[in-house]
């Protein structure tokens, strides 16, 4: 499966590359594979765990929009009554340095003291 994934892969890579080199391919951020992948449009691609998974997600439902913490924590399945915030500062440190071991520029910003944003 490896290395049929592999030639897949490659095969489209080069298919890519033989099209209009004046318009290059790249659609940016985007969440692959039902949202279990994060690629910046750039070849890098980053596999999510559960929590960052419902974290982006939420996140890319509402592109370049502060996102509340209350409604980050509702996209985890957490119960907003009894759920630490310090949680999603946890999380979105943890993925930023996963995106940072893998080449990525993550543009996730913390918007004090309201949420946070994916921005392109």
């Known amino acids: 499966m490896r290395e049929l994934a592999a030639t897949i892969v490659a095969l489209s890579q080069r298919l890519g590359l033989s099209g209009n080199k ?3 391919q790249t659609p940016g951020w985007a969440l692959l ?16 765990t ?14 370049g929009k502060t996102v509340d913490r209350r409604a980050l924590a509702e ?3 957490a119960d907003v009554h009894d759920f630490s915030y310090a949680r999603l500062d946890t999380i979105a ?3 930023r340095r ?9 543009p996730l910003h913390a ?9 392109d």
């Open 50 to 63: 559960t929590s960052e998974q419902r974290f982006l997600g939420r996140l890319f439902s509402e592109r």
């Open 111 to 119: 918007i004090r003291g309201l949420g946070f944003a994916f921005t």
């Open 75 to 77: 996209a985890l399945g």
């Open 33 to 48: 594979e039902g949202g279990w992948v994060l690629t910046d449009g750039m070849g890098h691609r980053l596999r999510l």
């Open 98 to 106: 996963r995106a940072e071991k893998s080449e990525m520029q993550l």
């Open 93 to 95: 440190s943890r993925l």
């Open 22 to 24: 004046a318009t290059p």
